[in-house]
């Protein structure tokens, strides 16, 4: 998993901070829950622009490690959401031949969502041509500890010295280890911060934020992003002569 030099105009890999769901709802005078079911419908037809527009990897942050903290009436809406997007949305994904996989810890999650992950991933491993990343109980601190853990382990077993320690052991032992590096991250609402999302894989991405809440985003919103990310210089610390 290695940046490249060279300026793309069209990014290989986007990841969508799909934030303002509950604003949206509540502007809308209705209650938050309405703004997520909404939100999951834009995640979908989102996911079907990218890929006609020739993305190959989308990671969609669903559900943070701090998303637990919300109502838990809030908590349950949203899980229900899950469970209908990865019985009936991922579905035509299949027959699509998307490859889709999860990242986070699922363990915390209802054992018959772990084990529809478990089943869709295992179903579409062999897609090769557009990935669809769904995070869920993410969060970059707890994912960066799990590989610092992990790293600890295989100097102990004398898998490698410390000084063995690089960007690709460290990137070998991040959930995200078998995905590029994210190209152009967007976040919706007009907030602007990457609140614990890829923040090892972001550090040489484009931003791009805009103030349109996630509910209203569409396939236009889109293309001015990566429009947006075209006319960008990519220079990964290297000065253009």
Known sequence: MTDTPEEKKLPVHIGFIMDGNGRWAEEQGL????????GAEVARLVIEH???RGIKVVTMYAFSTENWKRPKAEVKTLLDIFRKYMNEDIKE?????VRVSFIGDREKFPADMVKRMNEIERETAA???FRVVLALNYGFRDD???AIKKIAVDI???KYLISGINEDKVNEALSTHDTPYPDLIIRTSGEQRLSNFLMWESAYAELYFTPVYWPDFNEHDLDD???AYGRRNRRFGKVTI
Do not use: N, P, S, V
Request: glycine share 4%.
């Open 31 to 38: 209650k938050r829950t309405a703004g997520h079911k909404k």
């Open 50 to 52: 990218a890929k006609k």
């Open 93 to 97: 994904l299949q027959k699509q031949k």
């Open 127 to 129: 897609y090769t041509d």
């Open 144 to 146: 960066m500890i799990a």
């Open 156 to 158: 102990l077993d004398r």
């Open 225 to 227: 992003a990566i429009e």
